[in-house]
């Protein structure tokens, strides 16, 4: 019998000036960037959060935590290959992943095929399966000011 699971992730990071940001595995070019232990890549934390969660195994916070040194400034496609590695140990695979990032500027649409490809690169997937979206929240809240950005995902694993 096939076993389905589906997830959620959600994650925010506060911008700040001289940082880089770093979303669905590339740097944007942008003269504000995400604050974070590691390299801040919301969409990518989102999507542990999902696959993680999926599995009932948790959240990112849990397998990487923000007191862990060794993961000061880690490259979140480092993440996405352990969460997926621990997914996969129990027996799953994803089915498709949907994700939107929030944020104000800069305008993403052109990057997301280069984020797709990354992505798929990084799970062993292929691009068609993982949707990525953006959005502006109209100027409205912490995204519209600019003073943070926010991704969500939601995943789907099967065994």
């Not at 096939?2 to 000036?17: A, N, P, Q, S």
């Not at 948790?58 to 993440?79: A, E, M, T, V």
């Amino acid at each position: 019998m096939m076993k389905i699971r589906v997830g959620f992730g959600y994650d925010v990071h506060k911008l700040g000036e001289k940082e880089e940001l770093w979303l669905g595995g590339i740097q944007v070019p942008h003269t504000k960037g995400s604050i974070g232990h590691s390299d801040g890549d919301v969409l990518i934390h989102a999507i542990c959060d999902a696959l993680l969660g999926a599995a009932n195994l948790r959240d990112i916070g849990y397998h990487f935590p923000d007191n862990d040194p060794s993961l000061k400034g880690i490259d979140s496609k480092i993440l996405l290959t352990r969460t997926i590695d621990i997914i996969r140990d129990r027996g799953f695979e994803i089915s498709n992943i949907d994700s939107t990032i929030a944020l104000q500027q800069p305008k993403v649409k052109d990057l997301i095929p280069m984020m797709q490809e990354t992505l798929a690169n990084v799970l062993k997937i292929e691009i068609e399966d993982i949707a990525i979206k953006a959005t502006t929240t109209e100027k409205l809240g912490f995204v519209g000011k600019q003073e943070g950005i926010a991704a969500y995902a939601t995943v789907l694993i099967a065994k």
